[in-house]
């Protein structure tokens, strides 16, 4: 018997080797952090400071009224210098706080372990995650204590750790099971209680067999922890993917994984949560891999929120000659980057440097209805159709064909042999198609 | 540190290494044994002849492409793949000016009139051999070999129901025939390799294969036999394969596989012509757009509670 998995999928390079085995290292203190009031998924934050203030490190200096919203604090002590327009990892632009350090790293006061597991309840649980400003750390930023209040009248009854890690180059949460196996574990039980189930899994790729022996070793006496392997294979960590592969359970199209008992987080989220909890410090550094072959000496950082990409990639040994592509994120979702004075967020877990000759310039070509496309497709839909009825914006058919049911995985686009960027024209027919649905109702 | 020109692109960032072109060339290296096996039967004409197709071939397209001021693609290794098989529906006593008017045919009328590589709704080769079926109909269907006119084992079986060709001989290819009529042991072999690099559907030919065997079967046929006879074969494993003209999802290609198999005994079996998988897989490539548009796959998670 093989691992768990679910059907169709890709297997791309995964290249892991280059960082995996380094242990993560403390990046420097940046002389200035940029950060961004949209850092999740949900309402944009307002601020709590104006230019001139003197901020404490894990000061709150953003917060917003909305529900789907988590705080901002301050990754540094030090000055606010000023709140602008900045470009965020994904392309768009957005209020951004600047704060130049001191050396002091003053933490603010306040800060200090708000209980444990045992006499926290559930509802403290969940209110010390949002002021902690925990979003998912898996790159899709939706905050965390949203995830965790679960609606009148559905049951949950399993928490998954996503510990998976499907895109290749990343080894963030590979790195935190081999190093913090306990946090992660102590962090996992305060999400079980947060949503009160007595049944988690942890979900881990084959790919890293150090993690999954070091967190059996370390969940052999938990009761209701369990850890399970998984086939290597993208997008594994898709949460749709990770609910079948685990359970069996099919979330239904335009469904969440709550209507059918589930509550997905990701491995470094529960690491943050433990954090939360025992130090009191809220979300205000994480980890990153700064990697790939466009980098001198790919690593495993902790950096402070708000840390520009240039300072990561000298960490890092600085980019080789033929570096020319910078993406942050994995290569399979994330985005490239016109410049190096882009600021990180929460949940920026990969600076991904590629070179020269792995970008090569893909020129499409015709579509030779070959099907791979649809072979691949997780969601089991058929993206050459879709990407077809983008380009002619044939709304309906699109809507048709399921296209809301895409979950931008990238599959289709890697797998074509044609080079068509097949996911590109989904993406944007799939965001037409939603915007139409929300003016007609 | 920073950098002048980064390259800005959508995701994802990396791509598989496989190309249109590989794929192409792997089904030309596929075709080898096939192409081996009809020289070592039919001698130096056979060779002559699959040179002179795969030549009119490129040259038509070629000249379509030059015409068009389009893109000269003749290196993607697609129209080598026409005219070999083309070559291979042909027997070994066509006459080389007919070869060339048959490629020039499957090239510009079965590809280039649509629009190229994975526009054309029928198989290339299969248009250039209808037509030459049609235009001339006493060579495309002279056996003789050596001086002396034999009947291709289906001739045989339409005509005095008895079996004179031994399975292993078929099975070989020591047969009358057309080139790659006859060696169902190098076609498999080329078929195999396709199949486990995953550039060919299985179904496909499963499908067809299993339900000429089925039929053949229950209207009391030899099977066997019309398993390994006539173009059955190169058909299923090579011309209802070809990815432009058969369906995209699972299902349509067993429809699409199925559909062809019965088409083949049915005109083997009762109709006018001793061979049927020309017209089968012809037929079955004009089902493909509503085989696609019927046989969508349920989304995941489409209709569950
Ligand atoms: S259509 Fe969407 S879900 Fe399917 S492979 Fe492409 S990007 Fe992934
Ligand atoms: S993978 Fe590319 S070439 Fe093949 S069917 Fe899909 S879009 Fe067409």
């Known amino acids: 018997m093989g691992s768990l998995t679910f059907k169709q999928g890709i297997h791309p390079e995964y290249n892991k080797e280059l960082s995996n085995t380094k242990a993560f290292q403390k990046a420097k203190r940046p002389e200035q952090v940029i950060i961004s009031l949209q850092q999740h998924i949900g309402a944009p934050c307002q601020p709590l400071v104006k230019k001139g203030d003197h901020v404490d490190m894990g000061e709150k200096i953003a917060d917003s009224d909305s529900f789907v919203s988590a705080p901002i604090h301050a990754s540094v002590s030090g000055t606010v210098k000023e709140i602008k327009t900045i470009q965020t990892p994904i392309g768009k632009s957005s209020q951004g706080i600047v704060i130049d350090a001191d050396e002091e790293d003053t933490l603010a006061k306040g800060i200090a372990s708000p209980g444990s597991l045992s006499d926290l309840s559930p509802d403290d649980i969940k209110k010390i995650i949002r002021e902690a400003g925990i979003v998912g750390m898996g790159g899709a930023m939706f905050p965390t204590h949203v995830k965790l209040s679960i609606p009148e009248g559905k049951e949950v009854d399993h928490?998954?750790?996503?510990?998976?890690?499907?895109?290749?180059?990343?080894?963030?949460?590979?790195?935190?099971?081999?190093?913090?196996?306990?946090?992660?574990?102590?962090?996992?039980?305060?999400?079980?209680?947060?949503?009160s189930v007595s049944k988690a899994i942890i979900g881990i790729e084959e790919n890293k067999p150090d993690a999954i022996k070091i967190m059996k070793k370390a969940t052999a006496n938990e009761d209701g922890i369990e850890i399970k392997e998984l086939e290597t294979k993208y997008p594994q960590g898709g949460e749709k993917m990770l609910i079948k592969a685990l359970l069996d359970r099919t979330v239904p199209a335009?469904?969440?994984?709550?209507?059918?008992?589930?509550?997905?987080?990701?491995?470094?989220?529960?690491?943050?949560?433990?954090?939360?909890?025992?130090?009191?410090?809220?979300?205000?550094?994480?980890?990153?891999?700064?990697?790939?072959?466009?980098?001198?000496?790919?690593?495993?950082?902790?950096?402070?929120?708000?840390?520009?990409?240039?300072?990561?990639?000298?960490?890092?040994?600085?980019?080789?000659e033929d570096a020319s592509k910078v993406i942050l994120g994995g290569p399979m979702t994330g985005f490239a980057q016109p410049s190096l004075d882009i600021a990180t967020v929460k949940g920026t877990s990969g600076v991904l440097v590629l070179s020269k000759d792995e970008v090569a310039d893909f020129n499409p070509q015709p579509c030779i209805k070959c099907a791979r496309c649809v072979d691949v497709c997780p969601q089991y839909l058929m993206p050459v159709n879709l990407s077809k009825y983008a380009a002619k914006e044939m709304f309906d058919e699109l809507e048709d064909y399921q296209v809301l049911n895409c979950i931008e995985c990238g599959s289709c686009s890697f797998i074509c042999p044609a080079k068509r960027p097949l996911m590109q024209y989904i993406k944007v027919g799939k965001n037409e198609v939603i915007a139409k649905k929300r003016n007609k109702s | 540190m920073m950098k002048e020109q980064l390259v800005v692109s959508s995701s994802p960032h990396i791509r598989s290494a496989t190309t249109v072109r590989d794929i192409m060339w792997s089904v030309v290296v596929s075709l080898i044994p096939a192409v081996l096996a009809a020289v070592y039967f039919f001698g130096i004409n056979a060779f002559l002849i699959v040179s002179v197709s795969i030549f009119g071939c490129l040259l038509t397209e070629f000249l379509f492409q030059k015409a068009r001021g389009k893109e000269v693609t003749i290196n993607d290794g697609s129209a080598v793949i026409t005219g070999l098989l083309l070559a291979l529906t042909l027997p070994p006593t066509a006459s080389l000016w007919m070869v060339l008017v048959g490629s020039a045919v499957a090239i510009g009328l079965g590809k280039q009139v649509f629009g190229g590589l994975g526009?054309?709704?029928?198989?290339?080769?299969?248009?250039?051999?209808?037509?030459?079926?049609?235009?001339?109909?006493?060579q495309m269907t002279n056996w003789m070999i050596d001086g002396v006119t034999t009947a291709t084992p289906l001739n045989v079986i339409a005509e005095s129901q008895y079996m004179t060709v031994e399975y292993w001989?078929?099975?070989?290819?020591?047969?009358?025939?057309?080139?790659?009529?006859?060696?169902?042991?190098?076609?498999?072999?080329?078929?195999?390799?396709?199949?486990?690099?995953?550039?060919?559907?299985?179904r496909i030919p499963l499908g067809m294969l299993s339900s000429v065997f089925i039929v053949t079967y229950l209207f009391g046929g030899d099977p066997i036999f019309h398993l390994f006879a006539g173009g059955l074969m190169l058909g299923a494993l090579y011309m209802a394969t070809d990815m432009v003209t058969s369906p995209i999802t699972k299902s349509g290609r067993w429809i699409f596989g199925f559909g062809a198999g019965i088409i083949v005994v049915i005109i083997r079996l009762w109709g006018g012509y001793p061979e049927g998988v020309l017209y089968s897989i012809l037929l079955m490539n004009m089902t493909v757009p509503l085989l696609n548009r019927y046989t969508r796959p349920r989304s995941f998670g489409e209709g569950a509670k």
């Open chain 1, 254 to 320: 335009g469904g969440l994984p709550l209507d059918i008992g589930v509550v997905v987080n990701n491995i470094t989220t529960a690491v943050a949560v433990s954090d939360a909890v025992k130090k009191g410090v809220p979300l205000i550094e994480r980890s990153v891999s700064v990697t790939g072959s466009g980098v001198n000496n790919p690593i495993n950082l902790i950096y402070r929120i708000g840390t520009t990409i240039d300072k990561l990639i000298e960490e890092a040994g600085g980019l080789t």
């Open chain 2, 169 to 202: 001989d078929l099975f070989i290819g020591n047969v009358a025939g057309s080139l790659g009529e006859t060696s169902a042991f190098a076609l498999l072999l080329g078929a195999a390799y396709l199949i486990y690099k995953g550039y060919i559907s299985w």
């Open chain 2, 119 to 138: 526009y054309n709704p029928f198989n290339p080769a299969l248009v250039g051999r209808a037509f030459l079926l049609a235009a001339y109909p006493v």
């Open chain 1, 159 to 195: 928490l998954i750790l996503n510990g998976a890690e499907c895109e290749p180059y990343l080894t963030v949460d590979h790195r935190m099971m081999i190093e913090r196996p306990n946090d992660i574990i102590y962090g996992t039980k305060l999400l079980m209680k947060a949503i």
